[in-house]
């Protein structure tokens, strides 16, 4: 098949593997930046690289990877660093903070582009395509420097991980037992700036904070412990990464980073509708079950009531016939809990009378001594 043949493509080999390099290290940290209710800290970093882009440029005199990847790190660790430092030495709040940090970087960022835009520097074209990132470009000594980083991040994560976990969900106890809480968290907040700088190439500084947060929120519907969550906000990341970059190819005239962020959105509105517990589904499914529940004990009560005080042996409904006190009936003498005898006055459910079987009476009595509180 003629489109097999785009698995031998460089670019193509190329694009797949950096995109999966940034799903693999946005999904565990971006998890660590969602559990401390710092999601927003990867918009702000993201948009604090932009400045270190263009100094990188300025300094190397040429568009060398190298050069704006440390600038992109050294300016997001400050930004990180300055949002951390007001939040702790003032009273601002968290997101004033990361608020203060993104605009005043971004704004530096815009100037320095504007500034290298009006100069003489031929190799300054196609600078201003890190704010929505040019995956097309990515060479094969990038991938090696995208790699790295990525290593490195997993590998002093996975070395921090007990503090890092025990900071992120209960920093009281942490400083009780002696750890150094502010260094930890200065670690976890700086590490998200590799995550940006390995997505600077493939999504831009604009949409990088999508990739951080996006694995992270979909992983959190699927699980509740921090392991499998990390694991699987990598796996969620990686799946992003290659389907935005194979839809982007195989599409031709696409751009991959947005591609990227849409498949990664989509897992997101997926795992909110139908993740097991946490899911909307799931949720609509169990109040529907718990209104059906209310529903059933309120027509054997009901009907027990009325069974006691009158002591006929069947008796017409009491109350109103709508869609979920037919499905509840229906429920209840498929249990065997009640008994209908048809009548020609009225017509469907409407027109039966019903009684109580002797299993349906226990039941009924069941319901309302729970109600007088006579079980515990």
């Known amino acids: 098949m003629q489109w097999l043949s785009i698995f031998h493509d460089y670019t193509f080999q190329n694009v ?29 970093i993201s948009h604090a690289a932009l400045p270190g882009v263009c100094l990188g440029f300025i300094i190397a005199g040429s568009r060398q990877m190298g050069s704006i990847i440390v600038g992109a790190m050294v300016t997001g660790a ?4 300055l949002m951390l430092a007001l939040t702790r030495m003032s009273r601002l709040k968290t997101d004033a903070s990361i608020g203060i940090c993104l605009s005043i970087f971004f704004a530096i960022g815009v100037v320095l582009l504007t500034y290298i835009q009006g100069s003489n520097n031929a190799s300054q074209a196609g600078l201003e395509s ?26 002093l994560l996975s070395v921090l991980w007990k503090q890092a976990k025990l900071v992120t969900f209960d920093p009281e106890f942490a400083h009780t037992l002696g750890l150094p809480v502010s260094l930890i968290e200065v670690l976890l ?25 996006a694995p992270a929120v979909a992983a959190r519907q699927w699980s509740r412990h921090l392991g499998a969550m990390v694991f699987i906000a990598a ?22 980073g947005p591609l990227i962020i849409l498949s990664a959105s989509i897992i997101v509105l997926l795992s909110l509708a139908i993740a097991p517990q946490r899911g909307l589904l799931w949720g609509l499914l169990q109040h529907l079950s718990q209104q059906s529940q209310l529903r059933r004990r309120q027509i054997l009560y009901t009907l027990y009531k009325t069974q006691s005080t009158r002591d006929q042996e069947s008796h017409g409904l009491p109350f109103r016939l709508n869609f979920s006190a037919a499905v509840a009936l229906w429920q209840l003498r498929q249990r065997g809990l009640l008994v209908s005898q048809k009548t020609n006055r009225l017509p469907m459910l409407a027109g039966r009378r019903w009684s109580l079987t002797s299993l349906g009476v226990r039941e009924a009595q069941s319901v309302m001594a729970e109600l007088n509180g006579k079980i515990t």
Do not use: E, K
Request: aromatic share 4%; glycine share 14%; net charge positive.
């Open 78 to 81: 400050l930004a990180a660093l």
């Open 235 to 256: 796996g969620v990341g990686v799946v992003s990464g290659v389907s935005g970059a194979s839809i982007s190819a195989l599409s031709r005239g696409l751009a991959t």
């Open 130 to 155: 890190f704010l929505f990132g040019q995956a097309a470009a990515t060479l094969r000594s990038d991938l090696w420097l995208m790699g790295g980083i990525t290593l490195f991040s997993l590998t």
């Open 189 to 213: 907040t700086t590490m998200v700036t590799l995550a940006v700088v390995v997505g600077l190439q493939m999504v831009g500084v604009v949409l990088m904070a999508a990739m951080i947060v």
């Open 16 to 44: 797949v593997i950096g995109a999966a390099l940034l799903g693999l290290i946005s999904g565990p940290l971006g998890s660590f930046a969602v559990l401390r209710r710092q999601s927003l800290l990867g918009d702000a």
